[in-house]
T-cell receptor, first 113, second 114 residues
Framework: DAKTTQPPSMDCAEGRAANLPCNHSTISGNEYVYWYRQIHSQGPQYIIHGLKNNETNEMASLIITEDRKSSTLILPHATLRDTAVYYCIVRVATWGGAQKLVFGQGTRLTINP | GAVVSQHPSWVICKSGTSVKIECRSLDFQATTMFWYRQFPKQSLMLMATSNEGSKATYEQGVEKDKFLINHASLTLSTLTVTSAHPEDSSFYIC??????????FGSGTRLTVV
């Protein structure tokens, strides 16, 4: 089962910052938080990931709380092309070493003109 | 960046036949690949972890004899849906662990069984 909880849907105005929350209260100390997005009928696209510290790249920023029980993905200037389902995922380690991504239900983000 | 190619992008097959889906890492080697399926308006469900040179590890509830996975090289994993039925119609997506900490996904295969 997924270890994350996200709101099912959100709206944001074009040009504004989109802040997507995620709860992962049962996260373990060595488990990373990943964010992906999926545009209709395509494979998921990597956005960003982090462990403890806040991270930023050309797409987004990831803010992780100090207790690591929640995080927020920030798209600084949302465009219409950012409309997608956003998945917050805790990477899960398995017996034997494989580390897999188990998807939750995600947040459907709609950017409005 | 890392690229994963999935083929075919869509396929229609008759009930009772088998369908093979290929997943290739184009510019990196992947000892581990993952197979997901996704029904309309639902999230991705992990089916199995594909390990190069060894048997795949299936998630609970996934029939290993129905969904055959072969990972014969460091750049290719295949998923064969055997004796396909209409309820197997779905969007199948693979991903590969790249050389960094990322997981690159293929573009998916839409399977329709008629």
């Amino acid at each position: 089962d997924a270890k994350t909880t996200q709101p099912p849907s959100m709206d944001c105005a074009e040009g504004r910052a989109a802040n997507l929350p995620c709860n992962h209260s049962t996260i373990s100390g060595n488990e990373y938080v990943y964010w992906y997005r999926q545009i209709h009928s395509q494979g998921p696209q990597y956005i960003i990931h982090g462990l403890k510290n806040n991270e930023t790249n050309e797409m987004a920023s990831l803010i992780i709380t100090e207790d690591r029980k929640s995080s927020t993905l920030i798209l600084p200037h949302a465009t219409l092309r950012d409309t997608a389902v956003y998945y917050c995922i805790v990477r899960v380690a398995t017996w034997g070493g494989a580390q897999k991504l188990v998807f939750g239900q995600g947040t459907r983000l709609t950017i409005n003109p | 960046g890392a690229v994963v190619s999935q083929h075919p992008s869509w396929v229609i097959c008759k009930s009772g036949t088998s369908v093979k889906i290929e997943c290739r890492s184009l510019d990196f080697q992947a000892t581990t690949m993952f197979w997901y399926r996704q029904f309309p308006k639902q999230s991705l469900m992990l089916m199995a972890t594909s390990n190069e040179g060894s048997k795949a590890t299936y998630e609970q509830g996934v029939e290993k004899d129905k969904f055959l996975i072969n990972h014969a090289s460091l750049t290719l994993s295949t998923l064969t849906v055997t004796s396909a039925h209409p309820e197997d119609s779905s969007f199948y997506i693979c991903s590969a662990r790249d050389s960094g900490s990322g997981y690159t996904f293929g573009s998916g295969t839409r399977l329709t069984v008629v």
